[in-house]
């Protein structure tokens, strides 16, 4: 169960060999009643990493594959065993993503699905069988990791941006439909250096996974549905939102 | 917040967790061995008032029985003051209707509005415990609804005893027979001691054994060598005689109670925040300080001062709050002193805090009062770093031979549950005699793993 802290005892985390989902369960565990943790994504060796890094705070931690670019049925089959070992579901955590190379993908539809099927369309499926469990269940948290780049949208960057947008909408739609016997939260952080940005040009400010992760837990313990990181990212983005779009296309970004 | 299809939000009184459940209020004890025995959600759990803190009347996705309907006819027998009551009776009814006779509740906690059931399914203390015990003490008979009907126990029944304590996951309390103790009049002589640290508190409050109510308020904003500073009151019900004539001619009648309107639930985060928390706390303990030694009060001002507001938990804000109450043996006064101090330190301050010694063990197998004293505040709750420190404070309690109390909690671990309650095992034993296991259910027993 969530406890009196917005805290959760079992999570199902969903791109659990990211360095962002490792250093939110760490966090959650390190700091909260964390114990159980089912960690799903694509590739094993990834997840097993993670899992053995986590060990030391959890009492049982478990990896299950689950590939987001799968047809519909089996990313429904594939979250069963994980369900099913965990007993019961707290806390669902969202961190799958990928950062595809725009200039690649300008010219190579194939790239643009993926981006789509790994950000957008495979979490909203998994999304959709979990918010139906949450909701029979009666309590629970839904963690979804966007990006500020959800709400804007850049000349260098637009297939990852509109397939974050994506999520990020359905993300508020899920939370409308569930708050407040389930909270929803979204995260929409910065630039973080993980692995995944690895080798891309880094912008003046950026953030850590851990800050990310010590923001998401203070951002879910005040039943914040859209945690910005940092919270002046809002302000940032409003004011360009505002901008003329020939503007913003020129804009270093 | 009802959905079209009876589904509601609940909270307890801290308004921190919250979950989803089917509410079926239940009028008879016949209805609510139907409502047991009925296919539909599971588990099952009974909810009264609603004043535990925590998730001990929450049962997300499952079928809760609100059994406040069930509050027919007081039986009240007037020489020897033995009342049989529905179990969704309030103690503010039963106290008003037997006061009339000169009888007034054996035990009573700090609010009124708890129903006679989730009295017995947390066995609450009140001020007089170093004396009287729990309310379990004070049960004659109990009458139990399971899937097998309603049985009736009297205190030579282990079934009894797993109840009193047993938060609602034994079966569902239909009636109780309770023996009440006389008075005179509706007021208590309060003599009140002002004290400067926590040596002190804790030195005044064992001069208890003669007085009947005894319990101390704490300053717990106040640190280094003001720590523990606080007020102790002690009290007795207040004999006819000592009545000016004003007062002589009802004493037995309370007069209508004004109560402050609840407040909107707008409240934002802040306003319990560090600086009024601890500007409340020197207002009050520098009020008490300049007030009269020994006054007569009225019994609801002096056993309930906080129901005088409606709603006084929302307050809190949205992130709703926590009461962390302990009790520890009679030489860890350290560990006192250690939650104090951390939450203190750590920017997590009380706005009400309150200690008092405990007499001998409670019989409830989960009942929560044994020797020797207990320290009861309220934080504000969903704060960054608070969990980390109560989990650690957890351990310390546990570590020194003390324990946490279920019906405020909504947050203690399962193995740190197991070893401060060891009898959960008796517990469990009792409640699958009882077909409970499998049915009756909560957010609490979930999440400590009992269920």
Request: hydrophobic share 45%; glycine share 8%.
């Amino acid at each position: 169960m969530l406890n009196a802290n917005g805290l959760p005892q079992r999570a199902l985390v969903i791109g659990g060999g990211s360095d962002l989902a490792r250093a939110i369960v760490r966090e959650l565990a390190v700091s909260g009643p964390l114990e159980r943790v089912a960690l799903l994504g694509p590739r094993r060796s990834s997840l097993e990493r993670v899992a053995a890094e986590l060990a030391a705070h959890l009492d049982a931690c478990a990896t299950f594959e689950l590939d987001l670019r799968a047809a519909t049925s089996s990313i429904a089959d594939a979250l069963a065993p994980a369900l099913e070992w965990l007993g019961g579901l707290d806390s669902v955590l969202m961190a799958a993503g990928t950062l595809p190379d725009q200039e690649v993908a300008d010219h190579d539809p194939r790239v643009v699905e993926e981006a789509f099927q790994v950000n957008g369309t495979g979490p909203a499926v998994a999304l959709t069988v979990l918010a139906d469990h949450l909701e029979r269940a009666g309590a629970g948290q839904l963690i979804v990791l966007s990006s500020v780049a959800a709400t804007v949208v850049r000349r260098r960057s637009y297939l990852y941006d509109a397939s974050k947008a994506a999520l990020d909408r359905f993300a508020l739609g899920l939370a409308d439909r569930l708050e407040p016997a389930i909270g929803v939260h979204i995260v929409r952080p910065i630039f973080v250096a993980t692995r995944m940005t690895e080798g891309r040009p880094r912008p003046a400010v950026s953030l850590s996974a851990e800050q990310v992760a010590r923001a998401t837990v203070a951002g879910l313990q005040a039943r914040r549905r859209i945690i910005w990181v940092p919270p002046l990212a809002r302000p940032a983005i409003a004011a360009i939102s505002v901008l003329p779009r020939r503007l913003v296309r020129r804009l270093p970004l | 917040m009802a959905d079209h299809d009876g589904y509601r939000i609940l909270e307890g009184w801290g308004r921190t967790p919250r979950s989803r459940a089917l509410v079926r209020p239940v009028a008879t004890a016949d209805a609510v061995v139907d409502a047991l025995r009925s296919p539909g959600p599971r588990p099952r759990l009974p909810r009264g008032l609603g004043r535990s803190y925590g998730d001990a009347a929450l049962a997300a996705g499952g079928l809760v029985l609100d059994t406040t309907r069930l509050d027919g006819p007081i039986e009240l027998e007037h020489a020897t003051g033995v009342v049989r009551v529905d179990a969704g009776t309030s103690l503010a009814r039963l106290g008003r209707e037997v006061l009339r006779h000169g009888w007034f509740l054996p035990v009573t906690p700090g609010t009124k509005h708890v129903t006679v059931a989730g009295a017995i399914a947390a066995d609450v203390h009140g001020k007089n415990h170093h004396r009287d015990g729990s309310i379990g003490q004070w049960l004659r008979r109990l009458w139990l609804a399971t899937t097998a009907g309603v049985i009736e126990l009297t205190p030579d029944d282990a079934a009894l005893w797993a109840t009193v304590g047993g938060m609602g996951l034994t079966g569902v309390i239909v009636r109780a027979e309770i023996q009440l103790i006389p008075v005179e009049t509706r007021f208590v002589v309060d003599r009140e001691v002002a004290t400067r640290s926590l040596e002190e508190t804790l030195e005044v409050l064992q001069e208890d054994a003669t007085v009947r109510y005894a319990v101390a308020w704490i300053d717990a904003t106040a640190t280094g060598r003001h720590l523990g500073r606080g007020l102790v009151s002690f009290a007795d019900h207040a004999p006819r005689d000592l009545l000016p004539a004003t007062l002589a001619r009802d004493p037995l009648e309370l007069p209508n109670e004004r109560v402050v309107p609840t407040p909107p639930d707008i409240v934002p985060t802040g306003v319990l925040s560090r600086a009024t928390i601890r500007a409340f706390n020197t207002l009050w303990y520098e009020r008490g300080r300049r007030r009269p030694a020994s006054a007569l009060v009225d019994l609801r001002t002096y056993f309930y001062p906080l129901d005088r507001v409606a709603g006084w938990n929302r307050l809190y804000g949205p992130r709703g709050f926590i009461q962390y109450q302990v009790v520890v043996p009679e030489a860890a006064t350290h560990v006192l002193r250690s939650v104090l101090t951390s939450l203190a330190e750590g920017g997590h301050p009380s706005f009400l805090s309150v200690l008092k010694r405990f007499g001998a063990p409670s019989r409830g197998i989960m009942s929560f009062p044994r020797p020797w004293w207990t320290l009861a505040l309220d934080l504000p709750a969903r704060r960054p770093g608070l969990e980390a420190l109560l989990a650690r404070l957890d351990h310390e309690v546990l570590d020194n031979g003390g324990r946490i109390y279920l019906a405020k909690d909504g947050r203690l671990r399962p193995r740190v549950f197991r070893a401060m309650y060891p009898e959960h095992e008796e517990f469990q034993r009792e409640r699958a005699r009882l077909g409970a296991l499998g049915l009756l259910a909560s957010d609490l027993s979930r999440r400590l793993e009992l269920d």
